[in-house]
């Protein structure tokens, strides 16, 4: 990588999931392998395995599922409580210090998301820094929006610096970060001490409607690492599944049906 980028030799891949959802582990894994990325895909699960995962080898605390040549889907079990969408940072953070203390970077994404790009153009993205997708929801945010104002009252009540004003609402469904850009992770989401630590995720302890992606649009203003977002996810249409060759990341337009989609079709 040239200019103030971070280098990236070895990168590994996180998720998340429970219920229905597994589908879309299967659709991501396959999607991530029709790209060229070969590694360990580490997948935390709140529920029973898929039933597509089989054979299945016991490793220490996990268990592995050889895809195919280059790629391993390793399955860690969660004890935990705390809302998914809330534990992405800590997932990452024990995928770099626990389970992959070797690599380089870590790359999230939710289990209703696919890849449209050679992995190298991901590896690339992150090593120039903090790599994320803005919001559809909220395609323009300016730092005068009532809700940012709100969250900058947030942030002075719990003691948390602001370092910049940012005009865009990020999604937390996929981020990239190197290690070097950990710090990141820390201030968004739990620490290693505690599933519920993490200064953002303290400060809101007990909120039961905080949601991932409030977290992670005020986590980038309190840190100044470099900041790389591409314009919002393209949507899935639907359970029809059809969406044009642009872009980087498909992102499924209605859940459920886009899990039972996937079933449908690994099944024909």
């Known amino acids: 990588m040239r200019g103030t980028s971070d280098t990236i030799e ?132 300016p730092s005068t929006h009532p809700l940012r104002l709100a969250w900058l009252d947030f942030a002075a009540r719990h003691a948390l610096a602001t370092h910049r004003k940012l005009d865009a609402y990020y999604n937390a469904g996929f981020f990239g970060v190197t290690r070097g850009r950990r710090a990141m992770l820390e201030t968004w989401g739990p620490d290693r001490a505690s599933p519920s630590g993490g200064q953002i995720a303290r400060a809101a302890i007990g909120a039961a409607d905080a949601a991932g992606d409030h977290f992670a649009t005020i986590a980038l203003c309190q840190r100044d690492v470099p900041l790389r977002a591409r314009l919002c996810k393209e949507r899935l249409q639907g359970c029809d599944m059809g969406w044009k060759r642009i872009g980087a990341l498909a992102h499924a337009n209605q859940r459920i049906r886009f899990a039972r989609r996937c079933d449908q079709l690994m099944h024909r």
């Open 10 to 141: 070895r990168s590994t891949i996180c998720t998340l999931y429970e219920g229905d959802y597994h589908y879309g582990v299967g659709a991501l894994t396959n999607s991530l392998y029709h790209q060229r990325f070969s590694g360990d895909i580490w997948v935390g699960y709140r529920a029973p395995l898929p039933p597509w995962a089989h054979p299945v080898e016991q490793t220490d605390s996990t268990l592995t599922y050889r895809v195919g040549e280059g790629l391993v889907l390793r399955f860690v079990p969660l004890d935990t409580r705390t809302f998914l969408s809330n534990y992405k940072p800590h997932c990452a953070l024990r995928v770099l210090d626990e389970f992959a203390p070797g690599t380089d970077a870590v790359f999230y994404f939710d289990p209703d998301i696919v890849i449209k790009c050679d992995w190298l153009f991901y590896e690339t993205w992150a090593a120039r820094g903090f790599a994320c997708c803005e919001d559809n929801c909220y395609p323009h945010m």
